[in-house]
């Protein structure tokens, strides 16, 4: 090479490397529309083995009470966790990091109140007790460790010394975020179809 070439033009050879800064938002992307399927299939699967009703008439319908309050529980932390990526934006990291630490307690109380209903539903329902059983207990589960992983997910973010979305990790703040709301639509749909629609006879 010619080093002339070099010495005048050295911009042209030593050039600052380029960083997506959207490449975990685009991972995190791909994780989401990966579990979304899974939960799809599950749903088709319950709506299989009813035989097209949802209601499965032959089974106690759960109780609304509890599903609904964790619903508004999983919901209050949603909107404090976009308030918080709002806050990011402003360059107001501590008032983020508390609205994140509040979405954590509101999951950890969302995984408390479904210890409760299981304790409760064990009583007269068990996963071994039939397919409707089995799938119950299956899909609330699955969504029970996503509610866990995103709570982890927000310490991790609550422990970094920087939540500037332009150093590494990059958006951490908005990834755990996604995720969150992500579990929280999923506990819409499940409320929905294993809770309301049984109650609809």
């Given at each position: 090479?010619?080093?002339?070439?070099?010495?005048?033009?050295?911009?042209?050879?030593?050039?600052?490397?380029?960083?997506?800064?959207r490449?975990?938002?685009?991972?995190?992307?791909?994780v989401i529309?990966?579990?979304?399927?899974?939960?799809l299939?599950?749903?088709?699967?319950?709506?299989?083995?009813?035989?097209?009703?949802?209601?499965?008439?032959?089974?106690?319908?759960?109780?609304?009470?509890?599903?609904?309050?964790?619903?508004?529980?999983?919901?209050?932390?949603?909107?404090?966790?976009?308030?918080?990526?709002?806050?990011?934006q402003?360059?107001?990291q501590?008032?983020?990091?508390?609205?994140g630490v509040?979405?954590?307690?509101?999951?950890?109380?969302?995984?408390?109140?479904?210890?409760f209903?299981y304790?409760?539903?064990?009583?007269?329902?068990?996963?071994?007790?039939?397919?409707?059983?089995?799938?119950?207990?299956?899909?609330?589960?699955?969504?029970g460790?996503?509610?866990l992983?995103?709570?982890?997910?927000?310490?991790?973010?609550?422990?970094?010394?920087?939540?500037d979305p332009a150093?590494?990790?990059?958006?951490?703040?908005?990834?755990?975020?996604?995720?969150w709301?992500?579990?929280?639509?999923?506990?819409?749909?499940?409320?929905?179809?294993?809770?309301?629609?049984?109650h609809?006879?």
């Amino acid at each position: 090479m010619n080093t002339e070439v070099v010495e005048r033009h050295p911009a042209i050879f030593h050039l600052p490397p380029v960083i997506d800064t959207r490449r975990g938002t685009g991972g995190m992307m791909l994780v989401i529309v990966s579990e979304a399927s899974m939960f799809l299939i599950l749903f088709v699967s319950y709506w299989f083995l009813s035989n097209g009703d949802l209601r499965w008439p032959s089974q106690e319908p759960p109780k609304l009470g509890l599903a609904l309050l964790m619903l508004l529980v999983l919901g209050s932390s949603s909107v404090i966790l976009s308030w918080g990526e709002r806050q990011i934006q402003h360059a107001r990291q501590r008032a983020a990091r508390w609205a994140g630490v509040l979405a954590a307690a509101l999951g950890s109380m969302f995984l408390v109140l479904q210890a409760f209903e299981y304790r409760d539903h064990l009583k007269t329902l068990t996963p071994r007790t039939n397919a409707y059983g089995s799938l119950f207990y299956t899909i609330t589960a699955i969504h029970g460790l996503h509610v866990l992983t995103g709570i982890l997910l927000l310490i991790y973010v609550l422990l970094l010394p920087d939540l500037d979305p332009a150093k590494p990790p990059h958006r951490p703040y908005y990834n755990a975020s996604m995720f969150w709301h992500f579990v929280d639509v999923v506990w819409i749909f499940i409320v929905a179809i294993l809770y309301v629609v049984p109650h609809l006879r």
